[in-house]
């Protein structure tokens, strides 16, 4: 027996809630620094905040044992330029990011990353990650250097993204809290941050929080908050769990909700007005569970129904003659940057090798039959090892979903061909087949870079309010960015706690809240479920967010958010703790819909990097709107000022890199 | 086992996503203690297998199989929308198989690397 379904069935009975319910029951944590989110970025800003000596708690979503987009490992870790072997540095990697964003990228955070991206790297090793090929499975191989038996991917030359055996990194980080102590609050569904006599824009003080097996109610006090959730808000133009979940990047806990609690609170936002189409929408297959040529199966041989490979090219163009050569640098590279670190668009001199451009066009002329596989047996040995069995086999949302479950059920990389999906022949553009970005409805769209705003400390305009994540930071990336940017964030927000005045929460706030948390356990039983809620946010934002948006209809979609929430929303019932946390999500999304919505009123002009498409200023990049618009909410209005996009080295910044980290970092 | 037929929901879609073989599960909810979104619930019968309560909740990690102290006690499983994707052809003979297949060839044992 597995499934409720099955109980009910067998016994005749439907089995009663498991845990005991208390709702409306308060509970207190009071700490130094109180970090949201307890993911790799959250326990990395607690692990290091409390090594200076503060008092840390954790609230967490889920259990911080392996929660998190990043909580299911990681086998390869980007930025890490200060490593032995790297001839990449971290002004060289931090233009490549800004350069090809044109602009577009908090070049700030991308500078701590790579300054302390091989650092953190190294503190993940002291805590019993492994990193380095120390039982010299690929002695000789291209990727391996001898000395420091470190490996590395996309750029065998340059060396400056490493391969880690990271399928155990989160219950390893998650140790190492325990050791120090560290109060972790599992299964909170935060609902607010808490401000300085309760007002929008007052320095941060703590947050309140509903337990989703408990109901409990939870009041957290602390002198500096770090906001360390990740992921993008997954669910907030498509709403199908049934389908995507099983195809999706991160988990359904993805709902916006440190973005809903910092826009709630007087945080500042840029970018929140870009969105994209085919971004890994859920509608394709489970993670790398079909044959593909990208990020982890880079380099990989893919060839047609009748076994004839596909070529392979250079960014600009020419066919590699080896496949060697698809591992390293071609003349006109400067170095490769390497893919999925939050970039849209590269130039072509940090661009990846990539399957030719061409093969849209020769399947749609006959040339390849599909379906196309994976011929990963065309690799050397090491090759083929170091993808399926070390990179697949490494990182958690493989090892199970795919090394386990099909070496079991008999599949062999030495021996078979993997097969890619079949799909419209435009799907074989990019090299992530799985994705399957072609499959996503044209009104889908999801949030691009759209993220907190910080300063040098990454801090946010808000007192005592710290970021530290992936893709919920401007400037942030990946895995291993997370990492970095947690712990910096963590040990700014210590070192702020040490000398910030004692937190006190506004009561009428805390009050506000506890009400307005606990309002759906006390609706009529009929009242509408979360699931159709969430559909139904979803479904406004599909329609009146999508690609083409004018005045009108951004306006008619902030209408109908309203709407909601006075209706459906307001009549909606949660029978047990778990949907009302799921349904506190809603409220989450809602917010991070305004935010969307109003930031997207702001910008009065189509622009090409935001894949931002105005119908009534259809005129594309107009020269005077390159530029930022921090968006915020004072006494519930919106704020918006003008902020050039190198920020970060113009006033009160000193000019160079170096000199703003020093300052900020080494003080 | 009952034979009665009770007015339920439609079976949820995906059916499981995880399965629990009871001779193998001593019923300790260490994978329900770890999941990050809540799928499963503790039987409320003790040492008995959990119950999977919100599997189009689960975003497959397999932390609850990695977090299991008895292998082969519960088993990730893709939804049959995804196993019917997961095929592979064998090179020199030119065999087809899919994940889920009815006779599938036999495990490859190799553990991936590191272990």
């Not at chain 1, 809630?17 to 800003?45: C, R």
């Not at chain 1, 490493?162 to 609902?191: C, F, H, S």
């Not at chain 1, 009400?515 to 979360?530: C, F, L, R, V």
């Not at chain 1, 090409?608 to 594309?620: G, I, N, Q």
Request: proline fraction near 6%; glycine fraction near 10%.
């Amino acid at each position: 027996m597995s499934t409720w379904h099955e109980y009910v069935q067998q016994t005749g009975k439907v089995p009663e809630w498991p845990y005991p319910i208390n709702y409306g029951k308060v509970n207190e944590i009071i700490s130094d620094v109180l970090v949201i989110g307890g993911g790799v970025a959250g326990l990395q800003a607690a692990i290091n905040a409390a090594k200076l000596g503060v008092k840390v708690a954790v609230l967490e979503r889920g259990h911080a044992k392996r929660s998190g987009s990043g909580g299911a490992g990681v086998d390869h870790w980007h930025g890490a330029v200060t490593n032995p072997c790297s001839k990449v540095t971290p002004e060289m990697y931090t233009n490549a990011c800004y350069n090809s964003s044109r602009g577009w990228t908090g070049a700030h955070v991308r500078y701590i990353i790579t300054k302390e991206g091989w650092d953190t790297l190294l503190e993940c090793e002291q805590m019993g990650i492994q990193i380095r090929d120390v039982h010299d499975e690929f002695k000789g191989a291209d990727f391996r250097d001898e000395k420091t038996k470190l490996m590395f991917a996309y750029d065998y030359k340059n060396r400056h993204v490493i391969r880690v055996w990271g399928w155990n990194i989160k219950p390893m980080l998650y140790a190492e809290a325990k050791r120090l102590d560290i109060n972790l609050q599992n299964r909170m569904m935060p609902t607010a941050l808490l401000t300085a006599g309760g007002k929008q824009g007052n320095r941060v003080v703590g947050a309140t929080a509903v337990n989703t097996r408990t109901g409990e109610f939870y009041i957290f006090k602390a002198k500096a908050t770090v906001i360390a959730t990740g992921g993008s808000a997954g669910r907030l133009a498509y709403f199908a769990p049934e389908l995507t979940a099983s195809g999706a990047m991160s988990d359904i806990n993805g709902a916006g909700v440190g973005q809903a609690l910092g826009w709630n609170a007087g945080a500042e936002f840029v970018n929140a007005e870009q969105s994209g189409h085919n971004r890994l929408s859920g509608l394709g297959y489970a993670p790398y569970s079909m044959g593909g040529a990208h990020n982890t199966y880079h380099g990989t041989p893919i060839v047609d129904a009748d076994g004839k490979e596909v070529p392979w090219n250079d960014p600009f163009g020419r066919e590699l003659k080896t496949v060697e050569d698809r591992f390293l640098p071609q003349p006109g590279h400067d170095f490769i940057l390497g893919e999925g670190i939050g970039i849209g668009p590269y130039l072509q001199q940090f661009r990846s090798n990539e399957l030719c451009n061409s093969l849209v066009d020769r399947i749609l002329k006959g040339e390849f039959k599909l379906p196309l596989y994976a011929d990963l047996s065309r690799l050397s040995e090491n090759e083929r090892r170091v993808i399926f069995g070390m990179m697949v086999g490494s990182e958690g949302k493989t090892r199970i979903a795919v090394y386990d479950t099909m070496t079991k059920a008999g599949f062999d990389p030495d021996k078979d061909l993997f097969q890619t999906p079949v799909m419209p022949a435009e799907g074989y553009a990019h090299s992530n087949f799985w994705g399957a970005g072609v499959n996503a409805p044209a009104n889908m769209r999801s949030m691009g870079g759209g993220a907190f705003l910080t300063d040098w400390d990454l801090r946010t305009n808000l007192e005592g309010l710290y970021i530290g994540a992936g893709g919920n930071l401007y400037g942030g990336g990946c895995h291993g960015e997370s990492h970095t940017t947690g712990r910096y964030a963590g040990k700014r927000a210590a070192e702020y706690a040490r000398n910030a005045p004692e937190p006190v929460v506004d009561k009428r706030q805390v009050e506000k809240e506890k009400e307005s948390a606990y309002h759906a356990t006390h609706q009529s039983k009929e009242g509408n479920g979360w699931k159709e809620i969430n559909g139904a946010i979803a479904r406004i934002m599909r329609d009146y967010c999508g690609k083409h948006k004018n005045e009108i209809t951004l306006n008619l979609g902030l209408r109908l958010l309203n709407e909601l929430k006075t209706t459906e929303m307001a009549s909606a019932y949660a029978s047990n703790p778990h949907e009302l946390g799921r349904l506190l999500e809603c409220h989450s999304l809602i917010s991070v819909g305004e935010l969307v919505l109003k930031a997207s009123l702001e910008r009065k002009a189509s622009n090409s990097l935001l894949d931002f498409h105005r119908l009534d200023y259809p005129a594309m990049d107009p020269p005077e709107w390159n530029k930022l618009l921090p968006i915020r909410q004072e006494n519930d209005k919106v704020k918006v000022r003008d902020l050039p996009l190198d920020f970060h080295l113009k006033a009160p910044y000193a000019a160079s890199y170096e000199e703003n980290y020093k300052k900020h970092a080494e003080n | 086992m009952s034979d009665k037929a009770y007015m339920v929901p439609n079976p949820p879609t995906p059916n499981k996503a995880v399965e629990f073989n009871p001779d193998f599960c001593i019923g300790c909810n260490r994978c329900v203690d770890v999941c990050p979104t809540d799928v499963m619930m503790p039987n409320p019968e003790k040492k008995k297998q959990p119950i999977v309560v919100y599997p189009e909740e689960c975003w497959y990690c397999g932390g609850c199989v990695e977090e299991c102290p008895r292998p082969g006690a519960i088993k990730m499983l893709h939804p049959t929308q995804q196993r019917i994707s997961v095929n592979w052809k064998r090179k020199d003979t030119g065999e087809l198989f899919r994940l889920g297949m009815k006779n599938p060839p036999p495990p490859n044992t190799r553990p991936p690397s590191g272990e």
